[in-house]
């Protein structure tokens, strides 16, 4: 395998890992301001100016945009460039059909939820009762999913170490 394979091999796997440690902390963030059978703020969040904690969840948010997109890029780079054999590989093509049925997703809940928080993060200024609003939706609509997302990006992880369903070619020697 040649170098500059390996090293996409590398940045792919750092940019996930990343992505998927910054999206738990922010899913354990998200979900810490609320009362958890519902969706009503926790007693001490309600009648209290927002904008700090906003502060605080801002980069993490960006963080996940920026890693997953990272990801999604060098990992077709990385397939394109390794041109792996996806029938030996069972592993890798249960990783890909992963990805590629997840992404869309994920992409979905970047440009409708998370682009009010990049637009934040960048220009400095924010309304808070407008990204609580936007935090509030994108948990209802998306519900269960970051959660069915994290246990298959997780399993991918298991996949990528021991390497499971890997056909071997069998030599008949009489």
């Not at 997109?69 to 069972?90: A, C, D, E, H, W």
């Not at 939820?113 to 939706?137: C, E, M, P, R, V």
């Amino acid at each position: 395998m040649k170098l500059y394979s390996k090293i996409l091999i590398f940045l792919t796997s750092i940019t996930g890992v990343t992505w998927l440690g910054a999206y738990i902390a922010r899913l354990f963030v998200t979900y810490s301001f609320f009362v958890p059978p519902t969706l009503n703020l926790r007693p001490e969040f309600q009648n209290t100016n927002l904008t700090g904690v906003f502060v605080n969840l801002i980069p993490l948010v960006n963080l996940t945009t920026v890693a997953f997109l990272g990801f999604i890029i060098l990992f077709g780079l990385t397939l394109l460039v390794t041109r792996p054999n996806l029938r030996k590989n069972g592993w890798l093509f249960i990783s890909l059909a992963t990805v590629i049925i997840t992404a869309p997703f994920e992409i979905y809940s970047i440009v409708t939820f998370d682009s009010a928080y990049f637009t934040a993060g960048i220009s400095g200024q924010f309304d808070s009762s407008l990204l609580l609003n936007n935090l509030i939706k994108r948990l209802d609509k998306l519900s269960g999913f970051p959660v069915i997302q994290i246990c298959c990006y997780g399993a991918i992880i298991f996949m990528a170490i021991y390497k499971p369903l890997v056909k071997n070619e069998f030599t008949d020697e009489n």
